[in-house]
């Protein structure tokens, strides 16, 4: 049985709530999250299960450019966008989520849904057992070629996964001695060019017909533009919690959450 279109809204705005906080609080995982709710909901709303893993990337990346824009605002507020490191690493992350975008299109659905929960499992493991570096944020933010070229491979794993790329940029931003607060701040004003070339990739990239009504290549109108909408109101609150919690106990449980979320893709695969 289909799901109506009032009722795939609803859901959609849930999921962009969900979503939105997780963005501000983590700078990691809502990516992901929406990924694997699209993929199982998709189907129910009409789209071909053959598509649904397209639709499901290409929809949560054209939603985590007005999630990532609003996080990145409510950061911005409160000083811990790294500005100078965003305008070195945004040459290589349009180019990087454009050619990403582009090799997945060619990809076959089972392998990408594996891939999506190989890299779940990956990133519940790095949340699980990553050790977070102590900084009093008093680092010059990085910058130079080298960020260009690191931009460049988070576009592209992001475009290929459907994320933001908060799981990469992170931890490379507090490695590089960021203090974490800032690494996720900076990696939301990051997640606005990925999602940006990624997502135009998937619209431009995408065969003709490649999806039945309401999309653009293999963006789903609907799914993007109701999830968006909720994350916008949500992220700020994340950002809030972001500012007064530690978030390891938060992240302990949102990474047994992940285990499950690949394991719900490698069941459907």
């Known amino acids: 049985m289909l799901l109506s279109l009032p009722v795939s809204m609803l859901l959609f705005l849930l999921l962009g709530a969900i979503a939105g906080v997780l963005a501000g609080l983590l700078g990691v995982g809502g990516g992901l999250v929406l990924v694997a709710a699209l993929a199982w909901l998709l189907p129910l709303m009409g789209i071909p299960q053959e598509a649904a893993m397209h639709a ?16 990145a605002r409510a950061h911005h507020r409160r000083g811990s966008v790294m500005w100078t490191t965003v305008a070195w690493m945004v040459p290589g992350l349009l180019l990087g989520g454009w050619i990403g975008s582009g090799l997945a299109v060619r990809i076959d659905d089972a392998v990408l849904r594996y891939l999506v929960a190989g890299y779940c499992l990956v990133a519940a493991a790095q949340m699980l057992l990553g050790r977070r570096r102590a900084t009093g944020g008093d680092a010059a933010p990085p910058r130079g070629v080298g960020m260009s070229l690191a931009g460049s491979g988070i576009g592209a794993l992001s475009a290929v996964i459907g994320i933001g790329g908060g799981s990469m940029t992170v931890p490379l931003l507090v490695a590089l001695g960021s203090a974490p607060v800032r690494a996720v701040g900076t990696s939301s004003a990051c997640g606005v060019a990925i999602g940006l070339a990624s997502a135009l990739g ?58 499950l979320v690949g394991g719900s893709l490698l069941l459907g695969a």
Not at 56 to 71: E, N, Q
Not at 228 to 237: L, T
């Open 202 to 259: 998937y619209a431009l990239h995408a065969p003709a017909g490649a999806l039945p009504a309401h999309a653009l290549g293999y963006v789903y109108l609907p799914a993007a533009a109701g999830v968006a909408a909720a994350s916008v109101f949500a992220a700020p609150y994340g950002t809030r919690l972001a500012h007064h919690l530690s978030g390891e106990a938060l992240k302990r449980v949102f990474a047994a959450f992940l285990v």
């Open 56 to 71: 499901a990337l290409a929809s949560s990346l054209a939603s985590i450019v007005l999630t990532a824009a609003a996080s």
